[in-house]
C-alpha cells in the first residue's frame, strides 16, 4: 500500500476512528491521540497489509488494540465522562446513555461502539477482536442489557 | 430495528473534529525505539544475578558464575528499549537496608506503563510521612529500569529527578505508554505478557492487544502457561 493510498484511507476512515475512541475513552484529546497511534502503526506496517483483510477490520483492530491498552492503564475509578471543560452534552438522554455505557465491560463496549459507529456485522466484529462470532453475540447482547438497564433505571 | 438500537445508532453517530485526518498524518512518527542506547548501559552480576546497571559509564563486569546473567540481562534490556519486552525474568542480587528494600520491591509492583508519585509510594509501604526518604531511597536503587524507580513522578505530574537522568526518564515512560502490556493471539486464544516467547512469535496480523487477563477470559482468551499473566493489567 503506498503513501498515497493511505492517506485517502485516513481521510475516509478518520471520523468513525474517532467516534470509537471517543465513546471508549470519553474524552476528546484522548480519542484524538488514540486515532493517531492506530494510523501511526498502521503507517508503519503499511507494507505488511494483505489485500485478504478487509481495510475496515485492519484498521480497527489497531484502534481497538490502542484504546484498549489505553484503558488498562487508567484506574478502575476514572470516569468515562468528560474529565475537562467541553461542550456540554446535547441534552439529558446523552449524559444518561454515557453513563449507562460506563457500566458496561471494557470488551462489550468496544464492540458496541464498533457495531453502532460503523454497522460491522457480527463476523467483521470477531475478526476485529480475534474471537468467535457466538462470544460476539453475547457480549453485544450483554453491553445492550446492561445499556436498557441503566435507561430504564435512569 | 428496535427502539434501543436506533438510540444507540444515533448515540454513536461519528462526530470527529474538523480535519482531524490532515492533522494525524502529519504527525505521523515511527514508534520511540530505545534500543540504540544499549550500548551505553553497563551491567554487574554475581552468581546470584545482576547487582548494579549504569549508564554512560563504567563497563560490564560478571563473576564466572555470573556471566549467564549477564548476557540475559542485556537481552532482556535489549527487548525492553526496542518496545518488545514489559518485564524481566532475570535475577536481581541486592543487599539493601530493610527501608531500601521495602520501597524498591513497592515500585517493581508499579505495572509498566503507569505511573504512582513519591507520596502514594510512601503510603503504600506504610510510611505515609516518608515520601522524601522514598525519593532518596528510589534516588539509590543500583538497577535502574530492572526494578522501575523511573515509574515514580512527583505529585504534581512532573516526572522528578531520575538516576540516568531526567531525559530519559521522559523517554522511558513514553516508550512503556506506547507499548502494550497483555497482547492475545487470535489463531491460539492464548494471551501472554508482551514479550513472552510465545508472544514474540505472534504474526502482526493476529496482534489482539487486551487490557486485563479478566477482559480476556471473558471473550475466550486462556493465560500463557509460560509467562503467567495475571497481576499485570489487572
Redesign the interface.
Known sequence: MDERTF?RL??EY???L??VAY?MLGH?ADA?DA???A???C???RA?Y?PR?AVSTWLY?AL???C??E???RRPSAPLTERHAGPPPRGS??LE?TRALEAV???ARLL??LH??DGLSYRELAAV????VN?VKS?LARG?AI??RA?DGA | MNE?DT???D???????PR??????G?????PDLSSLIARFAIEATDRGVRRLAYGRGHDDATRGGRRHLERAREELVEYLGGRRTFFTVPIDLELPAFQAKVLAAADRVPF??VTSYAELARRIGHPRAARAVGNALGANPVPIFLPCHRIVRGDGTWGHYAFGAALKTRLLALE??T???V????T?VVCRHGCPHEQRIA?????????VA?AA???YRPCRHCRPVAE?C
Not at chain 1, 129 to 132: A, C, D, Q
Open positions: 492517506a485516513a481521510e478518520a471520523g468513525r474517532y467516534a465513546r476528546r484524538e486515532v493517531q497511534r494510523l501511526t502503526k503507517f508503519a506496517a505488511t494483505s483483510w483492530r481497538a488494540n490502542v484498549i491498552d484503558l488498562r492503564r438522554d446523552r446513555l465491560p471494557r470488551e458496541l461502539a453502532y459507529v477482536r480475534g474471537i468467535s462470544t457480549q445492550k445499556m436498557k435507561l | 434501543l438510540t444507540l445508532k448515540f454513536f453517530t461519528p462526530a470527529a473534529p482531524l485526518a490532515r492533522r494525524v498524518l504527525r505521523l512518527t515511527a514508534a506503563g503507569e505508554r506506547a502494550p502490556a497483555l492475545g493471539s487470535a489463531t486464544r502482526e496480523a493476529n496482534r489482539i492487544v487486551f487490557a486485563s477482559d471473558g471473550v475466550g493489567g
